[in-house]
């Protein structure tokens, strides 16, 4: 990753927060109804696209910048971003917390 002062970096943390995959299997078919946090996608995926291509356009660099940011040790500076939005996005389905057993 290239040298990057605070403000800039300030920056490409909040244009990160507020991408969400548009498609694939963490698209918006698959995590309605605006796909999944860039920042929260897993490290093994991002290598995929850093070994076939990221997209073109800004969701490609955005996405690298993830990549980046991930493969280095750093996934914490997206903690900030993920307490704004209520925790870090769930994978799988919550299981229901209750049960009906009468007939």
Aim: no cysteine; hydrophobic share 35%; net charge neutral.
């Amino acid at each position: 990753m290239e040298e990057i002062d605070r403000e800039d970096f300030r920056n490409l943390l909040e244009e990160i927060g507020r991408m969400r995959m548009p498609f694939g299997m963490y698209g918006r078919k698959a995590h309605p109804p605006h796909g999944f946090p860039i920042h929260d996608l897993p490290l093994e995926y991002l290598v995929w696209f850093k070994s076939q291509g990221f997209p073109k356009g800004r969701l490609g660099e955005l996405m690298e910048a993830v990549h980046d940011i991930k493969a280095h040790g750093m996934d914490e500076v997206f903690n900030p971003l993920r307490r704004a939005l209520g925790g870090r996005a769930k994978l799988k389905p919550q299981r229901p917390t209750s049960w009906d057993f009468e007939e």
